[in-house]
């Protein structure tokens, strides 16, 4: 009987999310991010010298040496180099003229500047000043190295580094290079649609229920139907509907991926079979977690807003991963990544991240799904006794602290 009752509200709850034109939506952009996350990191790749063609970049004070080294630099990538005069006029100019890139103002003899000013409408066209720096730092190099009677040319030949290609190396023995932008962006991709999944169903959860009990709707539900069933049946229909998202998207990028292999267009290396599994398996074990803790604090809350005050910690673990995924990407194995990656909270991103970048050992991914199961086992039992509290309070905004205190009650 008691199943029977979650199923009804269950199926209930899936009916209200699916059935929706926000549903729908997502669901259809979801193919279109995940061919994003495979392709956009290898196109951006392929055109990310960050030089617009036309681009004009002015000279002053300089010789006609630094002219044509920074002609020769530069023109490839389609940008004009034009010499100048007159440095007020110029940066009036380059206000107005949207064609003018930047102006180079060289002060007395190239050999005896410590520095050059890069004038720019906005400051952070990084590719331009630092191939200006490198050319204008070797010319003069180059220069005083003449000027004390060495050949430049020997030695740049001399003192020209090698360039390195970094090769992943995975424990099955297949090698593949690795570009951090790619893994960055494939990451950051990832780890998104995972916290915002989690976050949507989850906030879905706690708001449907402070509906519920501002509209008294829980009151006609509690009279067929125990608190317990009540947030098991939501959990249950709303889940339902998250996996069924999912499952369309990780048949979307199966398919992406058949697709891709038959092309030119590279696919980053942790875009494979074993990270669309480990995605959905984390999803899982992330909703649950947090899908039990938003209906228990929206069991508490007195209305939305109230809800938005008291689930604020919850969305500072969430987004922990989110702004530390450079140092988690470049440290997977520190003790602060390890740490993050047991911690229940964390757990499920922080170990993704941890899957697409190096697989860990069977043992710590054993481990890690056995502290979520027992964290999502806890949690639930625990918000099933706040939920069985609060569900029945109204008129008084309550703290966390009052909050927690409601699942130390003995039935």
């Not at 292999?261 to 977690?289: E, R, V």
């Not at 450079?326 to 911690?343: E, H, R």
Request: charged share 15%; proline share 3%; aromatic share 10%.
């Amino acid at each position: 009987m008691r199943i029977n009752k979650i199923s009804i509200i269950a199926r209930h709850e899936f009916n209200m999310v699916a059935h929706t034109k926000t549903f729908l939506i997502i669901t259809i952009l979801g193919p279109f991010l995940i061919f994003a996350i495979t392709v956009l990191p290898s196109l951006l790749n392929r055109n990310s010298d960050g030089f617009q063609e036309g681009s004009v970049i002015t000279v002053v004070g300089a010789s006609s040496d630094v002219i044509n080294a920074l002609s020769e630099a530069l023109s490839p990538h389609g940008v004009i180099v034009t010499q100048g005069s007159d440095i007020n006029s110029l940066k009036k100019e380059l206000i107005e003229n949207s064609s003018i890139q930047g102006i180079v103002e060289i002060s007395g003899p190239i050999t005896a500047i410590d520095a050059f000013n890069y004038y720019s409408k906005t400051g952070t066209d990084y590719m331009f000043s630092e191939t200006i720096k490198g050319v204008i730092g070797s010319l003069v190099v180059s220069k005083r190295l003449m000027q004390v009677g060495f050949d430049s040319k020997e030695f740049a030949s001399l003192s020209k580094t090698p360039n390195v290609h970094v090769t992943k190396i995975s424990k099955s023995g297949e090698e593949s290079e690795q570009d951090f932008f790619t893994i960055m962006m494939s990451a950051i991709s990832f780890i998104m649609l995972l916290y915002m999944s989690v976050l949507l169903y989850g906030q879905m959860i706690g708001r449907s229920i402070v509906v519920e009990k501002s509209s008294k709707t829980i009151e006609v539900l509690l009279s067929s139907a125990r608190p317990e069933e009540i947030m098991a049946g939501k959990i249950v229909g709303i889940g339902r509907a998250g996996l069924l998202q999912y499952a369309i998207w990780i048949g979307a990028a199966f398919i992406i991926q058949s697709v891709l292999s038959t092309t030119s267009i590279s696919i980053p290396s942790m875009f494979n079979n074993d990270t669309l599994l480990f995605l959905l398996l984390f999803f899982l074990a992330a909703f649950l977690l947090y899908s039990s803790l938003y209906a228990a604090l929206g069991a508490a809350a007195e209305n939305e807003q109230n809800l938005g005050q008291l689930a604020w910690p919850l969305i500072i673990f969430l987004v922990i991963p989110m702004v530390m995924i450079s140092t988690l990407v470049m440290n997977p194995t520190s003790f602060f990544s390890l740490f993050l990656s047991y911690f229940p909270l964390t757990s499920p991103m922080v170990m993704f991240i941890r899957v697409m970048v190096n697989m860990p050992p069977w043992w710590e991914l054993l481990l890690c799904f056995l502290i979520l199961i027992g964290s999502i086992i806890v949690t639930i039992w625990f918000s099933a006794k706040i939920f069985r509290v609060g569900i029945l309070l109204t008129g008084k905004k309550h703290t966390i602290k009052e909050i927690i205190k409601w699942g130390r009650y003995k039935n």
